[in-house]
């Protein structure tokens, strides 16, 4: 069983940053590939960005790659998305998963754990 909880949240204004962070309990962590999601109001929850067990392995939906940097601190057991040059559009409430095994890094139904959100309000 692995907890994941959000940290990072908030309210910035357009151009600026945020780092959230993922706290994951367990000791399955470094064994758990891990992703960060969001969902906007009206809106399906969507893939934002993904890293693999080692670290070395990134992925990013094209909406927010070169913006944002996913990363891991396995001895912290922790997951970062470090958000640089935030819009509007990235206005969302922001979810970390785990994955236990193998599967597209990009389709939610493929992680195991989610996390509770934090929301990410991006102001013009």
């Known amino acids: 069983q692995v907890q994941l909880v959000e940290s990072g949240g908030g309210l910035v204004q357009a151009g600026g940053s945020l780092r959230l962070s993922c706290a994951a309990s367990?000791?399955?962590?470094?064994?758990?590939?891990m992703g960060w999601f969001r969902q906007a109001p009206g809106k399906e929850r969507e893939f934002v960005a993904a890293?693999?067990?080692?670290?070395?392995?990134?992925y990013y939906a094209d909406s927010v790659r070169g913006r944002f940097t996913i990363s891991r601190d396995n001895t912290k057991n922790t997951v970062y998305l470090q958000m640089n040059g935030l819009k509007p559009e990235d206005t969302a409430v922001y979810y970390c998963?785990?994955?236990?095994?193998?599967?597209?890094?990009?389709?939610?139904?493929?992680?195991?754990?989610w996390g509770q959100g934090t929301q990410v309000t991006v102001t013009s």
């Open positions: 367990g000791r399955t962590f470094g064994s758990a590939r």
């Open positions: 890293i693999n067990t080692s670290g070395n392995g990134r």
């Open positions: 998963a785990a994955m236990r095994s193998g599967g597209y890094y990009s389709r939610d139904s493929e992680y195991d754990y």
